[in-house]
C-alpha cells in the first residue's frame, strides 16, 4: 500500500539553526499538510497545501515557517531560526481529491532543538 | 469554534474486555469523523472514518457511530487484543477535503495477556 515517507526520522539541531523537514507524499494525492506534536499535546495543525500555494495556516504557522514543493514529488517544511519550543514530532500528511477522503500520515520526523 | 474532546487515559484492560473510549465534538456545519491509531514508534494511521450523521465507520473490529444528537463518535471494540495497545486519536474535518484536522489529546490503550 502506497504511503507517505519523511526524513529523516530524527533530526537534531542546535537552537538559531535552520532546518528542513522533507516529505514524499503518496503520488496520486494533490493536497498536503504538516502537523506537529509537542510531547504530551494534542497534534496541531500547521498548514494546508494545495496547487502550488498555502490553503490555509494555523496561528502557529508564522514567519519562521515556510512549505514547498520543489519537483514533482518532495513537500518540505523549513523552520528558520529554530526555537526550543519548536522541539515537537512533525508529521507530514496527504490525501485524493473526492468527498471524505482521509488524511494520511508519515511516521513523522522528530525534531530536538538544543 | 471547532474542537474534540477525548476521555482522559490511560486505559488498561484485560486482553478479550470490552473497550469504549470516548469522543465529543464542537463543530460549525457537518464535519467528517475520524479515529486514527498511533502504534509505538510510528505514525498515525487512519482507522475509521464516517462523513454524516448516523454513519457508522468500521475497521479491524473497532467501530463508531457518528450521532448528531450527541455530538459524539465513541469507538468501541467487543474484544481487545494486545496488539490493541496504542494511543487513539479522534478528530473531525470541517467541510472539504482539504480542511485541516482537529485532534482529541489522544487515549493511550494498554491491553494486558
Known amino acids: 500500500e502506497p504511503e507517505v515517507t519523511q526524513t529523516p526520522s530524527h533530526q537534531v539541531t542546535q537552537m538559531g539553526q535552520e532546518v528542513i523537514l522533507r516529505c514524499v507524499p503518496i503520488?496520486?494525492?494533490?493536497?498536503f499538510y504538516w502537523y506537529r506534536q509537542i510531547l504530551g499535546q494534542k497534534v496541531e495543525f500547521l498548514v494546508s497545501?494545495?496547487?502550488?500555494?498555502?490553503?490555509?495556516k494555523s496561528e502557529i504557522f508564522d514567519d519562521q515557517f515556510s512549505v514547498e514543493r520543489p519537483d514533482g514529488s518532495n513537500f518540505t517544511l523549513k523552520i528558520r531560526s529554530t526555537k526550543l519550543e519548536d522541539s515537537a514530532m512533525y508529521f507530514c500528511?496527504?490525501?485524493?481529491?473526492?468527498?471524505?477522503?482521509?488524511?494520511?500520515f508519515g511516521d513523522g520526523t522528530r525534531l530536538s532543538i538544543l | 469554534g471547532n474542537s474534540v474532546t477525548q476521555m482522559e487515559g490511560p486505559v488498561t484492560l484485560s486482553e478479550e474486555a470490552f473497550l469504549t473510549i470516548n469522543c465529543t465534538y464542537t463543530?460549525?456545519?457537518?464535519?467528517?469523523l475520524f479515529w486514527y491509531v498511533q502504534y509505538p514508534g510510528e505514525g498515525l494511521q487512519l482507522l475509521l472514518k464516517?462523513?454524516?450523521?448516523?454513519d457508522k465507520g468500521s475497521n479491524k473490529g473497532f467501530e463508531a457511530t457518528y450521532r448528531k444528537e450527541t455530538t459524539s463518535f465513541h469507538l468501541e471494540k467487543g474484544s481487545v487484543q494486545v496488539s490493541d495497545s496504542a494511543v487513539y486519536f479522534c478528530?473531525?474535518?470541517?467541510?472539504?477535503?482539504?480542511?485541516?484536522?482537529?485532534f482529541g489529546r489522544g487515549t493511550q490503550l494498554t491491553v494486558w495477556p
Open positions: 500528511a496527504s490525501s485524493e481529491t473526492g468527498e471524505g477522503q482521509p488524511q494520511h
Open positions: 503520488s496520486n494525492h494533490l493536497y
Open positions: 497545501f494545495y496547487n502550488n500555494e498555502i490553503s490555509e
Open positions: 463543530a460549525t456545519g457537518y464535519p467528517s
Open positions: 464516517a462523513t454524516k450523521a448516523d
Open positions: 478528530a473531525l474535518r470541517r467541510g472539504s477535503t482539504l480542511g485541516r484536522l482537529y
